[in-house]
């Protein structure tokens, strides 16, 4: 058999560009607080970059504003650590990116992704989209009723899952909203009235959440729920833990497509980084759990 020329090897490489480019890009939309922001860090040998996997995956974030500039600039990168981070140098507290002087930081959306890159034939993108201390009640209240009262944070994640939507079409992908996975709780657990109310304020946010992205032409009626459980760390004090953990998992039971992900057996002191936060390891045995989780459900 004669070898192809260099015109058939060229239509063969193009045609496969475009068998590729047909199927749609599996978009995962992660938020919520600070254990969704993600305090993995450099300390260790717990992170181990995977640049076969991690330069498949398309990825934007922009998370704990307070902190300072920690986005992707506005732009789709591909899967990486958060940029930049708060640190003290000199006396003072600098922004610096990810060097051998500065401790940027991961949440489970590395393990999610490179679990679900390396599983399935299928290409995933990755919308991070938290800010850490926040409630639902208040700074992610959707208020669907009266937007001029609409919390910081919902607001903030409509700005940005906009933003990243478009500049991911703009790309050529053909896009399916495959998951929206939500880590918070801990700031309504210490407040009677938002603890209370966390099952309607959270069925709300759900349906609002749903509402824009089918308003954007990204129809939601297939797109899996993931409430994936916040800290179970038993030294936390969280008053009415378990008020908001009942409250998602009957928001999840009622939802078409929700899941509760459930991680109390992230509970002991080695699984944090402080008293509430988990660390490195754990967030990627979580994001690896969550990833086979959606993939067991999608069977």
């Not at 590395?110 to 201390?133: N, P, V």
């Not at 709780?185 to 009235?193: H, I, L, P, S, V």
């Not at 030294?235 to 078409?256: F, G, S, W």
Request: charged share 20%.
């Amino acid at each position: 058999m004669s070898m192809p020329s260099l015109a058939q090897t060229l239509l063969i490489a193009l045609l496969s560009t475009v068998f590729i480019q047909a199927k749609p890009l599996k978009v995962h939309i992660l938020s919520g607080q600070s254990n969704m922001s993600g305090y993995g860090d450099y300390k260790g040998d717990t992170y181990q970059p995977n640049p076969d996997l991690d330069q498949q995956v398309p990825y934007y974030y922009h998370v704990d504003t307070k902190f300072g500039t920690r986005n992707s600039g506005g732009i789709s990168e591909t899967l990486q650590t958060l940029d930049t981070y708060r640190i003290r140098e000199n006396g003072r507290n600098t922004y610096t990116a990810n060097t051998s002087n500065s401790n940027g930081r991961w949440g489970a959306e590395l393990s999610f992704a490179r679990t679900l890159a390396s599983k399935t034939s299928d290409q995933h993108g990755i919308i991070k989209i938290a800010e850490g201390g926040t409630g639902l009640a208040h700074q992610w209240n959707s208020a669907p009723d009266n937007p001029n009262r609409a919390g910081l944070c919902w607001k903030m994640w409509v700005e940005h899952t906009t933003k990243a939507l478009t500049l991911l079409k703009e790309a050529g992908y053909e896009i399916e909203i495959a998951s929206i996975v939500w880590t918070q709780g801990e700031r309504d657990t210490n407040n009677k009235a938002a603890a209370f109310a966390y099952e309607a304020n959270f069925h709300q946010l759900v349906k609002a959440m749903f509402s824009h992205l089918d308003s954007l032409g990204y129809p939601t009626e297939k797109t899996i729920f993931i409430n994936n459980s916040f800290s179970h760390s038993q030294v936390a004090r969280m008053t009415d833990r378990k008020e908001v953990r009942r409250a998602q998992r009957a928001v999840m039971q009622a939802i078409p497509h929700g899941i509760y992900h459930d991680n109390s057996a992230l509970r002991e002191k080695k699984h944090y980084r402080d008293n509430v936060h988990y660390n490195g390891e754990s967030l990627l045995t979580m994001g690896e759990s969550m990833a086979k989780a959606y993939l067991e459900y999608i069977k």
